[in-house]
């Protein structure tokens, strides 16, 4: 593992202590859980602080955990996931942040701290639903003004719930419901049991 991200592992349990509700460092890179309640202070203190610097947010997204692990996913929903540079320090670090509630998931918004974060924010609020509390401007940025549910949460119905056509009697595009039948994918077996097996050549 890099001395780098173990220096930085250190320094943030350190720094933060109990505030770092997991910190794990796999696959060459540190990921490190924070309550909502401590996330934006944290996420200051990330920026500020000489000894992190993290000057760049490089990404933001949101996370629907309801299937994770095959449905034995037991903790809260929405979380939404950075991604952050210190080109000080030439280390990488991602926050992980779960939202306190299912029915309403809404964490801190960090676009006063970075502002590349604002489209980020507004992408995880239109695909997930997540509101980012602190936006000056949350608005849907993918879907339509008139979307109505948010397409990548994972109960969300792979057809929609809504179709559009141009009407040629009205001169518009219209919506209507969606004509679609719902369907069953069925794998197709494309090899025999015994395919590539010599003794049946």
């Known amino acids: 593992m890099s001395a780098k991200l173990e220096t930085l592992s250190q320094k943030l349990q350190d720094r933060f202590g109990d505030k770092l509700l997991s910190k794990k460092l796999a696959l060459g890179e540190l990921t490190v859980e924070v309550a909502a309640a401590d996330y934006f202070s944290l996420m200051q203190s990330l920026r500020d602080e000489a000894d992190f610097s993290f000057e760049e947010l490089i990404d933001l997204c949101g996370v629907d955990y309801s299937t994770y692990g095959d449905g034995a996913w037991q903790g809260k929903r929405f979380a939404a996931v950075v991604h952050l540079l210190s080109i000080a320090h030439n280390v990488r670090l991602r926050v992980r942040v779960f939202a306190d509630s299912d029915e309403f998931p809404a964490v801190d918004s960090v676009t006063s701290l970075w502002t590349s974060a604002n489209w980020f924010e507004r992408e995880a ?5 997540i509101a980012f509390i602190g936006h000056e401007d949350l608005r849907r940025i993918l879907t339509d003004y008139g979307f109505i549910g948010h397409p990548f949460r994972k109960d969300f119905p792979i057809s929609g719930h809504v179709e559009m ?15 679609i039948e719902p369907r069953e994918n069925t794998p197709r077996i494309v090899r025999e049991d015994t395919y590539g097996d010599p003794a049946h050549g």
Do not use: S
């Not at 609020?125 to 639903?129: C, E, I, S, V």
């Open 125 to 129: 609020f239109d695909l997930y639903g």
């Open 165 to 179: 056509r141009y009407d040629p009697d009205q001169g518009r595009v219209v919506y209507q419901p969606v004509t």
